[in-house]
């Protein structure tokens, strides 16, 4: 599955609280019929006054054509969209977003870990957008990423769900990759990934710790964004 995440700004002079208002009444319902999108999940930030970003938009494709024709493709945090509801949904953007604040994010989806009983509707999630090291090869932090760090982060205390999506087109992709790690209970999210507010994160103890002492050798740790977040399951038909 080829998805779009959206890591979204506010425009200036907006509250938080109005921005969500305007993207879940007002925006929402034009995302959702996007030509294409096969799946939607939104995810509101826990804590709002120390996230880094209003939320993230994620929307589902089957056929990565499709989501470049109405999404764009990478290389750009702006789009320019001929379909009809995609055109709607772009020029709605206007009205709530800092556009060129947003950092974007095309990739595949790959499903490591799923002990959910239904979808994710619901379920705390933590959101690490990756940035490889200084000296390392794209190649070289998937292989490490994929082949070593996953096994532990599968393990990690609380860990329900873990995916990891992949770039499709590395060489434009503002990050290597996004880590996504669900949890039924936010106190247990934060006492295995740390709370918002730090990019970094300090457990004690089991698999967390393992996770963490193994980041050191592949994550450029402060230029990695991380989001913490409830996600909203807004459209299934996968």
């Known amino acids: 599955m080829y998805k779009h995440v959206a890591l979204l700004v506010r425009q200036e002079g907006m509250t938080h609280e109005e921005f969500v208002d305007h993207w879940q ?11 294409g999108v096969v799946k939607y ?41 001929t379909k009809e509801v995609a055109a709607k949904a772009r020029e709605d953007v206007d009205n709530f977003l800092d556009i060129d604040e947003r950092p974007r994010f095309i990739g595949e989806e790959i499903v490591q870990k799923d002990e959910v009983d239904g979808d994710s509707d619901g379920l705390y999630k933590h959101s690490a957008f990756l940035v490889r090291q200084e000296g390392m090869t794209h190649e070289e932090f998937v292989d490490h990423w994929q082949n070593e760090h996953t096994p532990i982060a599968r393990e990690i205390e609380g860990v329900v769900k873990y995916n990891t999506v992949l770039p499709t087109d590395p060489e434009n992709a503002e990050f290597d990759g996004i880590a996504e790690l669900y949890f039924e ?22 698999k967390a710790k393992e996770a963490r002492e193994d980041v050191n050798n592949f994550l450029a740790i402060d230029e990695r964004p991380r989001f913490i977040g409830r996600e909203t399951v807004q459209k299934d038909e996968t």
């Open 185 to 206: 209970d936010l106190d247990k999210l934060y006492d295995a990934l740390g709370s918002e507010g730090s990019r970094d994160y300090d457990p004690d103890r089991g």
């Open 41 to 81: 999940n939104t995810v509101l930030p826990t804590d709002p006054e120390n996230a880094e970003f209003d939320g993230i938009a994620e929307l589902y494709f089957e056929d990565l054509p499709d989501l470049h024709d109405a999404l764009g493709s990478p290389g750009s945090r702006d789009y320019d969209p």
């Open 25 to 35: 009444n007002e925006h929402t319902p034009i995302a959702r019929e996007i030509e």
